[in-house]
Each structure stands twice: as C-alpha cells, then as structure tokens.
C-alpha cells in the first residue's frame, strides 16, 4: 500500500479482483509462486509527461499526461486515454489493472494498458482540443507502436480527438501505421460499429444474463447513466431490444421522460451540438423533468446501466434500485458501483455483470479494428456486429462457466477475476520471471 500511497481506486480495483481469487489459489497454489500475484499488479511502465498548450486567446496552459503500459503479456498495450479534470495516476492505474483483465477475457491478443491528461476539454473551441490533442501525441508517440501500445477513446476522447491525435502521430513518424490506434473515423482505418460496441456489448451482455432466467428485454423499463458514448448506444440498442429508457445524465443531473427518451434528440444534443441534457427537457417541455444534482437511482427500473464513471452508483443507490425492484445490471462505466453496492445487488440475487466483462465488447471492437487495418480491409457494419454479438456471448459463458466451477454459480464477478486473471497469468508464467 505505501508503494501505491494515496491512490485509492487503484486499491480498490486490486482488492476486488483479489477477493475472487482465494478460490483459485485454493485449488492451484502454484498461481502463489514466483512472486505473480506481485508482477501482476506492478505496471510495467508508467509515463508522466508534461503538456503545453495555447488557447484561443493566447494563454498558455500546462497539464499532465499519463500512460500507464500495464501487462503485455497477452499483446501489446490496450485501452483508452481519458481526458477530464478529475485525472491522476491513481485513476490511469486501475483502469489499466482492469484493462488487463478485460483484455484477456476478451479471448484476442491485446495486453492491458490506459492513459489521459487532467485536461477539461468542456468549452474549448476545436481549435484548442486540437492544440492540446497535437501536444499530447508529440510526447505519446516516442511510447506507442502498432506491435506495442495501441491506445484508444475514453471519456473526453472520441472520434474527433482520434482523428487529432492520429494525424500528429502520423506527421511526427512519417508513417501511416493505421494500427497505432482505434476509434478511427471511417474516413481513415476506422472500424464499423466500434463508436456503438461498448453500448450494444452491454446490452448483449444483459440479454445473456436475461436469458439464464428466461427473460429479455422487451417491455422492461431501463435507466442509463451518462450521456456519453457508451450511454448514447447503450439506449439504442436496449430500444432496439424492446425495452423503454425513462432517464438518462450527466455531470450537472439527469432528465427523466416517462414516455421513452427520444434518441434522436439526445443524439443530436450530445453529439452534434454537445449541450448538457437539461437542453433535451427544455426543448420537450411538458411531460419530462431535468433534476438537477439528485441521483438518477432513485428512479425505479427494471433493468440499470451505469455508463458514466467510477464509483457512481453507491451503497444507498443500490438499496434504492433492489427496493424499487431491479432485476439486472449492466456496468457500462469501469468500477461504477462501490463494493457496497455489488454486495448490495449479489445479496438480493440481482443478475450483476461487472465492468470488466459487461463492457469489453469496446475494445474487443477496437482488436477487430486491428485486424482489419492489419489485413488492409474493411468490414461491414453486419460483419463486425455480428463479431461482437459472438464474443460477448462467450464472455457471458465463460464467465458464468467459471462461477460455476469455483462454486459461486451466477457471480459473474467472481466469474470475471478469475477466468481473466488465469489467462494473464497463464502468459506470465509461460514468459519467465520478467
Ligand atoms: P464520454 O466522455 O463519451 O461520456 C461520459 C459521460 O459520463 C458523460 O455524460 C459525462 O457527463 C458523464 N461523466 C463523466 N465523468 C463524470 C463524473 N465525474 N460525474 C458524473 N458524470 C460523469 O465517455 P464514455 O461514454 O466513452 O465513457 C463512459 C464510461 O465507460 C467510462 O467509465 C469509461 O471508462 C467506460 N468505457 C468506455 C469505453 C468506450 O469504448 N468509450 C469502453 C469501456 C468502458 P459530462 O458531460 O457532464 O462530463
């Protein structure tokens, strides 16, 4: 704890994950050997750098860069860079920790990796995400490679900030290495249906989880956090399964439409006009209400999808959701729910799928994107959903397979850690002590 002081999500990622594998020692004490378990949540690299920029009137302004490169023992680096505020090594280290074990539970060959910068991209003009995306990559790109860091978007990094990013990279190394990174838009190696995978790979993965219990979708009524990527097509794809979204968020509070949030107006908002939802229940009047600062659990469901950031949905919300009736989760965000939580929903038996499995249909995407750029082609959108429906299918499986095996049947948590973290260290071991 000392050699990570002060970085409490780190810590938090690493105890989840640790609780789940007494059982796997128990039955492989050789997984104790070689210090692993210590290698295993020591990065393999982190870099922290400095990033100068200039805005629109001149001022210039300095922020910090992180990418931590955490296992490679399953391929090269994998996972998103963040741009918000609330950025610092505590936070790149768990997504990174978590990233690993979503990698591998991916079944592709993708290690583990996450970066950002503490950089509010909230009211700056194109003209300064892009200063700030160009001076990110200046120092980024001496750490990344095709064949050993390919990072992605995040929260604050989308389609325009790849594009920003991708091009400086492409004019500092004199190549175009489509493979360097995914979220690309279609005009230049992106893949189809990656902006929608970690959305509709939720949603899949609920479907599965339904299903154990002979249910779906239709008719349920769903609440999304978040108003971001994966929340945008977390809804979409729940519409398209027959279930009704009452509300959804962001950062300042959340709206809520009894009749179904209409997507095509939240879509336009979000990702065109990029205005804050309190616009979507101006623009509807009667009938739905914007709360400002309230907590968007409080409204009852059927079925939840935290999709915005850590540590969202508390103790108290969970009580809130089981009280009004939850039947499933689907973790959209990383680590959305507090321990309290999870133990709250697996304590009344709610089908709970956890982050790391629930919304790896994103970079299992991102691996397809890889592919594709590998192989110089480009699939359809059929082709590449069809891709994501089968791997979330057996992460689902595998998952519940291994609760199973371990004696936990329906945890899929338990389920998660350890089929992800017996893939790693399969690898690790194989590779020697390095
Ligand atoms: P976006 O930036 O597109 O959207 C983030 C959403 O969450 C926004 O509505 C934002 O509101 C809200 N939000 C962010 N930070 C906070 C906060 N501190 N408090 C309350 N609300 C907040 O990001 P994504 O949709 O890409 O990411 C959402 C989550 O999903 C993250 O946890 C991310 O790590 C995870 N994820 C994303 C993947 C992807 O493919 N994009 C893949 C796997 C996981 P506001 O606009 O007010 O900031």
Redesign the pocket.
Known sequence: IHRNAGEVEFHQAVREVFESLGHVIAKRPDYADEALIERICEPERQIIFRVPWTDDKGQVHINRGFRVQFNSALGPYKG?I?F?P?VNVGIIKF?GFEQTFKNALTGMPIGGGKGGADFNP?GRSDAEVMRFCQSFMTELSRHLGEHTDVP???????GREIGYMFGQYKRLTNRYEAGVLT?KGLSYGGSRARTE??GYGNTYFVQSMLETKGMSFDGKRCVV????????YTMEKIMAFGGKVVAC????GYIVDEKGIDLELIKEI?EVRRE??SEYARLKGAGTQYIPDGSIWDVPCDVAMP????N?LTGKDAQTLVKNGVIAVGE?????STPEAIRVFQDAKVLFGP?KAA??G??AT?ALEMQQNAARDSWTFEQTEARLATIMRNIHDTCAETAEEFGAPGNYVMGANIAGFVRVAEAMRALGVI
Do not use: C, W, Y
């Open positions: 998103g963040r918000h609330s997504l909230r992605a978007g995040d929260i604050g990094v989308g979220g995978a970690t956090s978040g108003s971001g990527n994966v929340a945008l968020s962001d950062s300042n979000k804050r939802v999709s915005a950031t850590q969202e959209g965000a990383n680590m959305p982050g919304n790896a994103g970079v991102s």
